[in-house]
């Protein structure tokens, strides 16, 4: 599986921005897709993630109600509208994608940066 994420940028403070991720290959068997980030000297942080099947989701506390997390299976897509974006969402955030009977994340996008000026 090869995930494409795009969408990140610069914009201020109340602003809004979605983060796209294509996945590829072999995709049949996809079971949860994610996004997480990583802020300049932090670890690495899940910010929400949706299954593939049953459209269920979990979010980061820091982002319920600002953030949106939901997925295009004819396109093999997964989205996260990010609303009311605040200074400390600014990261690179990643995709991530797991499939049936692995129990953890074995595909990675590449990064997009979101910054967010206050």
């Known amino acids: 599986v090869q995930l494409q994420a795009s969408g990140g940028g610069l914009v201020q403070a109340g602003g809004s921005l979605r983060l796209s991720c294509a996945a590829s290959g ?47 299976n004819a396109k093999n897509t997964v989205y996260l509208q990010m609303n009311s974006l605040k200074p400390e969402d600014t990261a690179v955030y990643y995709c991530a994608a797991s499939v049936l009977g692995s129990g953890q994340y074995s595909y990675w996008g590449q990064g997009t940066q979101v910054t967010v000026s206050s």
Do not use: C
């Open 26 to 72: 072999h995709t049949l068997n996809l079971y949860v897709m994610g996004w997480f980030r990583q802020a300049p000297g932090k670890e690495r942080e899940s910010v929400a993630a949706i299954n593939w099947s049953d459209n269920s989701s979990y979010y980061l506390g820091s982002v319920k109600g600002r953030f949106t997390i939901s997925r295009d």
